[in-house]
């Protein structure tokens, strides 16, 4: 299922990317159209929200030098790289740029970082720590993990990236004391690159 807010949030964003990479202005953009449209208008286009007609979308992009079907397959991309209900988070950024609301999802990530033997990411102000190989069998998730069916996140082939399922993401926000939207904004920063 397509999530349509998100679909368009990252759309308005690569329309942003696109501008600013020209060096221009919203009203400078707004000079090169077809059709005159009102800069409030491209700003919620770009902030994702509202949502644009098929014809705006090609007119900005023609404006712009871009074709429509190279924005179309950037932002399909970006979109569909996750499986569909999962938010995918790079467990070494969670550890160095998550704030401190985010401090149960931290320590997390640091005992997960070093259970596959990662080396922990310096946190903004602290030295780089060495990781702490672990032997025998992995060590079971703590109380404060979050489980997901018996796992705490489906792990992908790399060990420092973890993909949450929907109910992973509501206890994770639970123990974080955030609203779940909140912590998967804040989730789609830590994102592999």
């Known amino acids: 299922m397509i999530d349509a807010e998100h679909y368009q949030r990252v759309l308005g964003d690569e329309l942003r990317k ?19 449209i009102s800069l409030q208008t491209l700003a919620t286009y770009e902030l994702g929200t509202r949502q644009c007609s098929v014809v705006r979308l090609v007119e900005l992009c023609v404006a712009m030098d871009e074709l429509p079907q190279d924005l179309l397959a950037k932002v399909h991309s970006r979109v569909f790289t996750e499986e569909p209900g999962r938010v995918r988070v790079d467990l070494r950024r969670v550890v160095a740029e998550a704030g401190p609301e985010l401090t149960p999802l931290r320590r997390w990530a640091e005992g997960r970082l070093r259970q596959n033997g990662v080396a922990l990411p310096a946190r903004a102000g602290t030295a780089a720590r060495p990781s702490v190989p672990v032997s025998g069998s992995p060590a079971a998730p703590s109380p404060s993990a979050p489980a997901a069916s018996g796992q705490p996140a489906s792990a992908s082939a790399s060990t420092d990236e973890v993909s949450f399922d929907f109910a992973a993401l509501e206890r994770m926000a639970e123990l974080c004391g955030l609203p779940t939207a909140e912590l998967v904004s804040h989730l789609r920063k830590l994102a592999p690159a």
């Open 18 to 36: 696109l501008r600013r990479g020209r060096g221009w202005t919203r009203k400078e953009l707004n000079a090169h159209l077809q059709s005159e």
